[in-house]
């Protein structure tokens, strides 16, 4: 069982993620629509962005997927018996 800590930690990323979430689709699904004068288009970055950090996490996650996979598979190797 999970103690409070952990269930606390797990509520924490949940809201973020979620808040994440909504914050990005958004931007990117409705904004357009909206006429670019309009004052919420202050608490967004640029479009462009919308692009451009998606990509960039997922390059940083494959790396970090990439390097736990070899450094699992250098410390699971079996030396050579001669």
């Known amino acids: 069982m999970a103690s409070g800590t952990d269930r606390a930690v ?5 809201g973020f993620s979620l808040l994440l979430f909504t914050y990005y689709t958004i931007w990117v699904i409705i904004l357009p629509f909206v006429d670019s004068d309009h004052v919420v288009h202050q608490y967004f970055l640029p479009r462009e962005y919308s ?3 998606p990509g960039i996490a997922a390059l940083i996650l ?4 990439g390097t736990f996979i070899g450094v699992v598979t250098r410390k699971n190797r079996k030396p050579k018996v001669d």
């Open 62 to 65: 494959l790396l970090c997927v």
């Open 10 to 14: 797990g509520m924490g990323l949940v």
């Open 51 to 53: 692009v451009i950090l």
